[in-house]
């Protein structure tokens, strides 16, 4: 299982970017997918994760109505569209998978060995 994330960058506040994840090794049918965020001195966190097994995305209430998660199966990608930016989204962001889906993700994933993940992309949100 492989995730390669891109698209961080530098961004000002109210801006607009989509992050991007292509993943091998698993089909996007049969994991969960989500993706998590880390700033600077703080811990591990869960912002959205979209499965098969579940009939909604889910997102954090810190992104929700403004984050997007998508996934292209055949191209074996899932996205991040990120719209009003806001300074506090500064973080390091990360994709990662889990066979068990989406179910809690945001407190069992980072624990959980099934966990695999992708290398972070910094986004930077400037005011």
């Known amino acids: 299982v492989q995730l390669q994330a891109s698209g961080g960058g530098l961004v000002q506040s109210g801006g607009s970017l989509r992050l991007s994840c292509a993943v091998s090794g698993f089909s996007l049918e049969s994991y969960g997918v989500g993706w998590f965020r880390q700033a600077s001195g703080k811990g591990r966190e869960g912002i959205s994760c979209i499965s098969s097994a579940d009939r909604i995305s889910h997102y954090a209430d810190s992104v929700k109505g403004r984050f997007t998660i998508s996934r292209d199966i055949d191209m074996n990608t899932i996205y991040l569209q990120m719209n009003n930016l806001k300074p506090e989204d500064t973080a390091v962001y990360y994709c990662?998978?889990?066979?068990?889906?989406?179910?809690?993700?945001?407190?069992?994933?980072?624990?959980?060995?099934?966990?695999?993940w992708g290398q972070g992309t910094q986004l930077t949100v400037s005011s």
């Open positions: 990662a998978s889990s066979p068990h889906g989406c179910y809690l993700y945001g407190t069992t994933w980072y624990k959980n060995p099934a966990t695999s």
